[in-house]
């Protein structure tokens, strides 16, 4: 099974960007789908963004123009940079694999990494 580690988070002021990065562990890396959420104090977990096996990617409206997803399948890694961040930003942001014929949401998960931007 895949273990994930996110990197990157931090502290930003608005305006500002990040990059975060989630190595996965194990020989599948290329067979999943890898993704991107977050969950801000007091919310539900929502999915950001990801990208396929294939390398077609998705976002969620709120990211659209200002995020984008990555994968490098020689680095067993995934990334996501963020762009114009925003205080409504501010979350833990979570990398998520799962084999495509399982449901959003399910798979494997990092321990998260912090994102926080001030305004």
């Known amino acids: 099974q895949e273990e994930l580690v996110e990197s990157g988070g931090g502290l930003v002021q608005a305006g500002g960007s990040l990059r975060l990065s989630c190595v996965a562990s194990g020989s599948m890396f290329r067979r999943y789908r890898m993704g991107w959420f977050r969950q801000a104090p007091g919310k539900q977990r929502v999915w950001v963004a990801d990208v396929t096996t294939l390398g077609m990617t998705n976002y969620a409206d709120f990211v659209k123009g200002r995020f984008t997803i990555s994968r490098d399948n020689a680095k067993n890694t995934v990334y996501l940079q963020m762009n114009s961040l925003k205080p409504e930003d501010t979350a833990v942001y979570y990398c998520?694999?799962?084999?495509?014929?399982?449901?959003?949401?399910?798979?494997?998960w990092g321990q998260g990494t912090q994102v926080t931007v001030s305004s």
């Open positions: 998520n694999a799962r084999d495509p014929i399982l449901a959003p949401g399910s798979g494997r």
